[in-house]
């Protein structure tokens, strides 16, 4: 797998005020690294451009010292190359800034925050709606780690119940989730 171009939806597709739930998630550093590391990385593999990982390295060691951030971008691009990889769709990200959510960064959040919060069942709810059946093995040891990293940090996730993912995931695919 691996082989298809994620997405990056355009900024005329995103505006960068907030609305709805997802204002209070990029107010909360923990959830902010997650999404926008991802957002950033996702950029990164979409257009070819090393900025859009420079852009995560400077988010990660701007907050958390650049030792510190070593690890936890490590393990960020483990996550996000293996999504890539079995994702049952190509990715598609607002673009960095932007406070709003589309279902495929509300599962990856899902997927990090059910990892550290021991939360199985939501784990595999946003798998199954994210990535290829035959990935979720695969894509369970990245995402533990990269919660873990996040934990050593004393950067805690808020618990995401399964029951908003399997509502996000009954939603329209085009429909703004936030």
């Known amino acids: 797998m691996g082989s298809r171009p994620p997405a990056v939806l355009s900024p005329a597709m995103a505006s960068a005020n907030p609305i709805g739930r997802s204002a209070p998630l990029f107010d909360r550093l923990p959830e902010r690294l997650v999404l926008e590391g991802f957002r950033c990385w996702v950029a990164g593999y979409a257009s070819g451009d090393l900025s859009h990982w420079e852009a995560a390295w400077n988010l990660y060691a701007g907050s958390l010292g650049p030792r510190d951030a070593r690890n936890v971008v490590d393990r960020l691009a483990r996550f996000v190359r293996t999504v890539r990889d079995w ?72 618990p995401v119940p399964k029951g908003v993912i399997e509502e996000i995931a009954g939603r329209p695919a085009h429909q703004r989730l936030h």
Do not use: T
């Not at 049952?88 to 800034?97: E, K, L, M, Q």
């Not at 959040?109 to 979720?136: F, I, T, W, Y």
């Open 87 to 158: 994702s049952v769709c190509p990715i598609a990200c607002f673009p960095g800034g932007c406070r709003r959510l589309c279902r495929q960064e509300c599962f990856a959040l899902a997927m990090v925050s059910a990892s550290q919060n021991k939360d199985l069942d939501c784990l595999a709810a946003a798998m199954r709606h994210l990535l290829d059946p035959e990935g979720h093995e695969e894509a369970m040891l990245p995402a533990l780690a990269y919660a873990e990293a996040m934990r050593d940090k004393d950067l805690l996730l808020m």
